[in-house]
């Protein structure tokens, strides 16, 4: 059983330990959300477009697959789905406007 448990954790240390990678204080190269953001407050919202999407981080950002996310570039703008992903929040804001300026057609009850 002790032996068990030591290959466990020496398996499992390296990995743990090899990617230290937080969220930034103050993220790079925002261009649709608030240049102010944190990354505390952007951490959600790319949780909630990977959750929503079921993809992971390397669909929109500069990273390999299965590498720690340290090793992640993720200002770059190299990956093309960055953009789409980008103009597709913007779309969705000006949807979003659009709608608030049409009347409603019937009277509420």
């Not at 090793?71 to 406007?97: C, H, V, W």
Request: with cysteine.
């Amino acid at each position: 059983m002790l032996s068990i448990l030591s290959a466990t954790a020496l398996f499992t240390l390296p990995a743990c330990a090899q990617d230290k990678w937080t969220w930034p204080e103050k993220p790079k190269n925002l261009q649709v959300f608030p240049k102010d953001w944190s990354g505390t407050r952007l951490r959600p919202v790319m949780v909630g477009f990977t959750r929503a999407l079921g993809v992971r981080c390397s669909y929109c950002h500069q990273g390999e697959e299965g590498k720690p996310l340290s090793t992640y570039d993720f200002a770059s703008d190299e990956n093309p789905n960055k953009s789409r992903a980008r103009q597709m929040y913007k779309m969705l804001g000006d949807i979003t406007d659009h709608l608030k300026k049409i009347q409603p057609s019937a009277t509420s009850r």
